[in-house]
């Protein structure tokens, strides 16, 4: 990151402190509108955001995904991070246009995904939005500290073996629950960083332990049917599943134009994460693999320290997917952003019911499949592209310049729309169908 990148994360963390006993320094853009001078995410900060909340889960889910699809699922994998990061810069493509024919919307907007289904598809989808949002968020934010849980309980067994699993998710979610008062992702930059390099650190550990594990070649082959294929697929759709935050991030930006580098960089470095974990991991463990990778490795220091850095990662990845979800709901009920007292009250009963939720359902890879084929693949691979050729097509405003998408476009954004919809209709099949076929996990608090 340039010095540049880290002075303006300064700034903007200084003056955030500031705000109430020190005037800001401003300065008038083109159109008059008032800006913070040196506030917000650089390119680099956004691209770590992004990254650093998608990668743990995809990271540990996607060897088992494999088992299911068999080497066909590499491929599939890269094409859905393709898709996924087309889909992300039409995203921002979409804000682009917003704030040109509007210059009211330079300003930071809790609720900038639904303001995009607002004018490109109208009240309806307006409101839609963020109810996808939320759910699809706070499925993510369960799964993540039910993981995290999980890999804590490993790592302290030895040390205090009568806390339970039920327990230790109860301790992890009251620990991040301060964490959980930044107000926008401008104020927690740093949890872009703290996630990604921790999740670097853990898959080389896990990807060196893999090599440790490795034994004599056994070519693995063969699909296992249409349900168990696309419960895969709804996982691997889950693990390039960060659409629903690009908008906060990219609102939360000093150049939102430089949206689409962020999301290049970030797309690059979590397929150079994704692939040698999710291709060692089928590769090495075969059948047996554990639905949680980290759950297949050999007990080892290796083992140990990389859990250890997964789960700071699966904590700090946390605190950025469940910040959109608060402001969605700060937004629902018109909480001030100087109010604090509220603003927390809000929180603190978003946490109370991701406790619930996790205390009664104490797993996650129905989950993952789940929320993949519905929320996820609405509204990282459908609206998406749907929004930007709905945008595209309306007539131009007063003083606006008429644009034409060419035509090879046009037919990426059809395929891509086409395929969330059947792939994610399926995967919602499979996964209920798992749900329903399966013995359910007893609630914590039913023990």
């Not at 037919?411 to 013995?439: D, H, N, Q, R, Y």
Request: aromatic letters at 10%; proline letters at 5%; charged letters at 10%.
């Amino acid at each position: 990151m340039s010095k540049k990148s880290n002075l303006e994360a300064a700034m903007s963390s200084g003056t955030s402190k500031a705000s109430e006993s020190t005037p800001l320094i401003t300065k008038p853009n083109v159109d008059g509108e008032e800006i913070q001078k040196g506030s917000g995410l650089s390119v680099n900060q956004a691209a770590l955001l992004v990254a650093g909340e998608m990668a743990g889960s995809g990271v540990l889910a996607l060897p088992r995904a494999l088992v299911k699809t068999g080497w066909i699922g590499v491929p599939i994998i890269i094409l859905m991070a393709a898709m996924a990061a087309f889909s992300g810069r039409r995203l921002g493509d979409c804000w682009s246009i917003i704030e040109g024919r509007d210059p009211e919307m330079r300003s930071r907007k809790r609720n900038p995904y639904a303001i995009i289904a607002d004018q490109a598809l109208g009240k309806t989808w307006s409101a839609a939005v963020p109810l996808a949002i939320i759910v699809s968020l706070f499925g993510a934010a369960v799964v993540y500290l039910l993981l995290a849980a999980q890999i804590i309980e490993a790592v302290v067994l030895p040390l205090v073996p009568t806390v339970t699993f039920c327990l230790w998710y109860l301790i992890v979610a009251g620990a991040m629950t301060p964490l959980m008062l930044f107000a926008t992702p401008k104020d927690f930059s740093f949890m872009g960083v703290i996630a990604f390099i921790s999740t670097i650190v853990a898959c080389v550990l896990y990807f060196i332990q893999m090599m440790n594990d490795i034994k004599p070649f056994v070519f693995r082959w063969g699909i296992h049917g249409f349900q168990d294929f696309f419960l895969a697929f709804g996982t691997i759709m889950f693990a390039f599943g960060g659409a629903s935050t690009f908008p906060t991030i990219q609102n939360d930006m000093v150049d939102k134009s430089k949206f689409g580098k962020s999301i290049h960089y970030s797309f690059l470095a979590i397929l150079a994460l994704y692939l040698p974990i999710a291709i060692g991991g089928y590769a090495v463990y075969g059948e047996s693999v554990a639905p949680n990778i980290s759950g297949s490795l050999t007990a080892t220091p290796l083992t140990l320290v990389g859990n250890i850095f997964m789960a700071v990662h699966l904590l700090a990845a946390f605190i950025i997917i469940i910040n959109p979800v608060c402001q969605e709901m700060e937004e629902l009920y018109n909480i001030p952003r100087d109010s604090l007292g509220y603003r927390t009250l809000v929180r603190v009963s978003i946490m109370a019911a991701i406790m619930f939720i996790g205390e009664s359902v104490p797993r996650f890879y129905t989950i993952l499949a789940l929320v993949g084929g519905t929320t996820v693949a609405l509204l990282t691979f459908i609206l998406p592209s749907y929004c930007y050729l709905n945008l595209t097509s309306q007539p131009p405003r007063q003083g606006e310049a008429a644009s034409e998408t060419p035509g090879w476009m046009k037919l990426i954004c059809w395929e891509i729309i086409v395929m969330g919809v059947v792939g994610g209709a399926a995967a919602t099949f499979s996964a209920v169908s798992a749900i329903f076929s399966t013995a359910q996990a007893t609630p914590c608090y039913m023990k």
